[in-house]
């Protein structure tokens, strides 16, 4: 059974920085296509950042590129968001999901919130 | 960027009717759509890829058609587990999602 783990939400005052987690079982993070999906509080969803099997290129959506890094560690079979430069608007729950390639989502986590507020 | 619209935004239904959401997406997208169920404080699930295949162990009830621009997620016999938030998303070209359309108990 695969099971998608996130941690490390929190508050965060504007312009400070963050590191989410994900740690994965039943699946091979560096075999996947590996995402970030967020929501922000009442609203819809939002693809955010992959990072592709194998070589591990990766491609962001232009509201987070250049601020957000997307990463995995092997040996912990984890995926990690590193956040810098945040703004309000990136209050979010964030979600790790698996992706079918770069296409849907089968796999998701819970979830964790990140507030940015001062 | 590729703009999904859903409609309704809300829909009112009661246990055994059958509903039909709607999915325009602002340019051609092939069938490169899929189709979430999302309830409160929860992960979104995916029910339905490549715009009508449905993911394993999603009730048969669920069902999606549609190609190009226009696309419909239909529920033949609305269930009590069913009144939830449904979203499109596009994965033509990056990836987009509707804003949702909240299915509520009439």
């Known amino acids: 059974e695969v099971q998608l783990v996130e941690s490390g939400g929190g508050l965060v005052q504007p312009g400070e920085s963050l590191r989410l987690s994900c740690a994965a079982s039943?699946?091979?993070?560096?075999?996947?296509?590996m995402n970030w999906v967020r929501q922000a509080p009442g609203k819809g969803l939002e693809w955010v950042s992959v990072?592709?099997?194998?070589?591990?290129?990766?491609y962001y959506a232009d509201s987070v590129r250049g601020r957000f890094t997307i990463s995995r560690d092997n040996s912990k079979n984890t995926l990690y968001l590193q956040m810098n430069t945040l703004r309000p608007e990136d209050t979010a729950v964030y979600y790790c999901?698996?992706?079918?390639?770069?296409?849907?989502?089968?796999?998701w986590g819970q979830g964790t919130l990140v507030t940015v507020s001062s | 960027d590729i703009q999904m619209t859903q409609s309704p935004s809300t829909l009112s239904a009661s246990v055994g009717d059958r509903v039909t959401i709607t999915c325009r997406a602002s340019?051609?997208?092939?069938?490169?759509l899929a189709w979430y169920q999302q309830k409160p404080g929860k992960a979104p699930n995916l029910l339905i890829y490549?715009?009508?295949s449905l993911e394993s162990g999603v009730p048969s009830r669920f069902s999606g058609s549609g190609s190009g621009t226009e696309f419909t997620l239909t529920i033949s016999s609305l269930q009590p587990d069913d009144f939830a938030t449904y979203y499109c998303?596009?994965?033509?070209?990056?990836?987009?999602f509707g804003q949702g359309t909240r299915l509520e108990i009439k």
């Open positions: 340019q051609s997208i092939s069938s490169r």
């Open positions: 998303q596009q994965y033509n070209s990056d990836s987009t």
């Open positions: 039943g699946l091979t993070v560096s075999s996947n296509y």
């Open positions: 999901a698996r992706g079918y390639f770069f296409n849907y989502f089968d796999h």
């Open positions: 490549k715009a009508s």
């Open positions: 990072i592709y099997s194998g070589g591990g290129g990766t």
